[in-house]
């Protein structure tokens, strides 16, 4: 099946730095990636939707100076949190859609990679 | 209310028992997903369904679009099938968003 992977998937970081997380199609070409954030105990909340060589479309209440998304191939999307607090500490999680064709995933499956777990100190 | 409620929010369970978790959901929907969620974080697709029923291996789901509601199915439960199932309902024609459901804890004993 389809993969999409996350780097890193952990990190702590000092708070007020900047963190960099990578979200990759391994074997396929995402048309649109969508990042997620969990806290504990409660389900995916999202973000923003990422569309390749377009701005990204963030959800009400996501602050897109601080989540910043690039999306700047078909096989990659990176969201970086700028200027990191503790409240930021989270699990991000990536989805990826794919382009319809014999050798693609379905365009209607959203293939998740596997989290970044971020810690704010 | 949440657009999207999945039942029961916690169940433990025997191995070898028949698993149901439920979702109902308020919205107009294209598909309904459901997905598994390990306790290392880590996400799977299980199932997007539109109508009917689709089945891989010991997992079953349904979906009945008049009464807004679809359910997951685990036969011969193992422990192995321990995580959290969440269902997400996929809204409108050509669109990507998902509204998640809260998400089933599934324990399962030896």
């Known amino acids: 099946g389809a993969v999409v992977s996350q780097h890193p998937s952990r990190v702590i970081c000092k708070s007020g730095t900047s963190v960099k997380i990578e979200c990759r199609s391994l074997?396929?070409?995402?048309?649109?990636m969508f990042w997620y954030r969990q806290f504990p105990k409660q389900s995916l909340m999202l973000m923003a939707t990422?569309?390749?060589?377009?701005?990204?479309?963030?959800e009400q209440g996501v602050e897109k100076d601080k989540f910043l998304i690039n999306h700047a191939s078909l096989t990659l999307s990176t969201l970086t949190v700028t200027s990191a607090h503790p409240e930021d500490s989270s699990f991000y999680i990536c989805?990826?859609?794919?382009?319809?064709?014999?050798?693609?995933?379905?365009?209607?499956?959203?293939?998740f990679g596997p989290g970044t777990r971020l810690t704010v100190l | 209310k949440n657009e999207v409620e999945q039942s029961p929010q916690n169940l433990t369970a025997q191995e070898g028992e028949f698993i149901t978790i439920n979702c109902s959901y308020s919205?107009?929907?294209?598909?309904l997903h459901w997905l598994q969620q390990h306790p290392g974080g880590g996400i799977v697709s299980l199932f997007m369904?539109?109508?009917g029923k689709k089945k891989h291996g010991r997992l079953i789901a349904t979906i009945n679009i008049q009464e807004k509601h679809s359910s997951l199915h685990i036969t011969a439960s193992h422990p192995r099938d321990s995580a959290v199932y969440i269902c997400?309902?996929?809204?409108?024609?050509?669109?990507?968003?998902?509204?998640f459901g809260q998400g089933t804890r599934l324990t399962i004993n030896p």
């Open positions: 997400a309902a996929q809204r409108g024609e050509g669109a990507q968003k998902l509204v």
């Open positions: 990422s569309n390749e060589g377009s701005k990204a479309t963030y």
């Open positions: 369904l539109s109508s």
């Open positions: 919205v107009g929907i294209s598909a």
């Open positions: 074997d396929f070409q995402a048309t649109t």
């Open positions: 989805s990826a859609r794919g382009l319809a064709g014999a050798l693609s995933p379905s365009t209607d499956t959203q293939y």
